[in-house]
Antibody, heavy 119, light 108 residues
């Protein structure tokens, strides 16, 4: 079964840092690009970041550029999001989502991990 | 950045009826448009890609159409499990990948 499982979300103070992880199983992780997408409470979906299958190509949304860093370890079938200078408005459920080149869409999503930024 | 606008924000439909959801792009995205379904407390699920191709396991009552800037998701006969929020997403011109604000389909 194709599966993505996020972890690492918790309560953190404004200005703080946090590292999210996404563990993949059931498919050849190193063959797929992966993205982070978040959803603030009661709001819609916001794309944050993309990393290619090899890790050589990376993109960020303007809202997180310079504060968040995406990375991956293909040997560990894992994706990461290092989050810094956190703001109250970063409070959201964070999803990792697999990008399908054949579909040009996100064909598999994790269950999400909640990050709460509050003092 | 391409802005995706969905309408209506909320659609009240009776079970068995047809639902028509709209998505408009601020500039042409060709057919590089996907639709997702999200139920409360769950992750989004891919329904349609390439504007009109159903993803694996998606029932035939879901259909997508359109190209350029105007797109439609149609649910031909709403089942109880179809009441959810639906999002469109473009991947023609990115970064950034952009989503619409969503349409909530609720029971009338």
């Amino acid at each position: 079964e194709v599966q993505l499982v996020e972890s690492g979300g918790r309560l953190v103070q404004p200005g703080g840092s946090l590292r999210l992880s996404c563990a993949a199983s059931g498919f050849t992780f190193s063959s797929f690009s992966i993205n982070w997408v978040r959803q603030a409470p009661g709001k819609g979906l916001e794309w944050l970041s993309y990393i290619s299958s090899s890790g050589a190509s990376i993109n960020y949304a303007d809202s997180v550029k310079g504060r968040f860093i995406i990375s991956r370890d293909n040997a560990k079938n894992s994706l990461y999001l290092q989050m810094g200078s956190l703001r109250v408005e970063d409070t959201a459920v964070y999803y990792c989502a697999r990008y399908s080149d054949s579909h040009n869409a996100f064909d598999c999503w994790g269950q999400g991990t909640l990050v709460t930024v509050s003092s | 950045e391409i802005v995706m606008t969905q309408s209506p924000a909320t659609l009240s439909v009776s079970p068995g009826e047809r639902a028509t959801l709209s998505c408009r792009a601020s500039q042409s995205v060709s057919n590089n448009l996907a639709w997702y379904q999200q139920k409360p407390g769950q992750a989004p699920r891919l329904l349609i890609y390439g504007a009109s191709t159903r993803a694996t396991g998606i029932p035939a009552r879901f259909s997508g159409s359109g190209s350029g800037t105007e797109f439609t998701l149609t649910i031909s006969s709403l089942q109880s499990e179809d009441f959810a929020v639906y999002y469109c997403q473009q991947y023609n011109n990115w970064p950034p990948i952009t989503f619409g604000g969503g349409t909530k389909v609720e029971i009338k």
